[in-house]
């Protein structure tokens, strides 16, 4: 027996993760506006949830866990002032007047898109505590062939909506042809880091300290 209600469970939860709005997804949605690097780049996001997947499954999530509890800050504090750095450069392509810049015609390297989703990926805490503690916590539920049908529907899920994303944003890559357009996009994004930095800093301990006080 493969597993399938196993494999199912794996997909939707994985899934639900995903489906919220983070800085990674909202690079590779941009990225497919501009349709640059699109397969590379979601082969890089899909594969690195997998591997983190792995681990999770694989029982690190229980190793790890105290160290995250402890360095959470730290971790949370530094993904803050990266996504806030990058949340003002978009802001700052988005007062630019150069054309090109902002109609996407500026092609960003394949090793700086792929940096760039690094950071965005693996300087992500939560990232850490999707995959290999959440969800390694809960393939403990299954053993055997359905575990690894859990795990394996839960690295399915990364692929699918990934591909669906770039892929599906390139759909609407037509309509991103003028200044206007990518102006939009890039405040809207500049806007959504900044808002994900605030809400990294203020899930620090010394924050919320800082407010109750």
Known sequence: MFGGSAFFAGFLISLSLILAIGAQNTFV???????????????FCA???????????????????PIFQKYADF???????????????????????????LAGDAVSSLKLVLSTAAILTFANPHVYLDTIVLIGTLSSVYAG???????????????????????GATLLSPLMSSVRSWRIVDVITGLLMLGFAAIMLSQTSWLAGFVTS
């Open 29 to 43: 949605l941009r990225q497919g506006l501009k349709r640059q690097h699109i397969l590379p780049l979601i082969l």
């Open 47 to 65: 594969v690195s949830d997998a591997f983190l997947i792995c681990l999770g499954v694989l029982g690190l999530g229980a190793l790890l866990e």
């Open 75 to 101: 971790m949370l504090c530094g993904a803050a002032l990266w996504l806030g750095g990058y949340g003002v450069l978009r802001l700052r392509e988005a007062a630019r007047s150069s054309v090109a810049a």
């Open 145 to 167: 062939e359905q575990k690894g049908a859990f795990a394996l529907g839960a690295m399915s899920a990364s692929f699918v909506f990934f591909t669906a994303l770039g892929y």
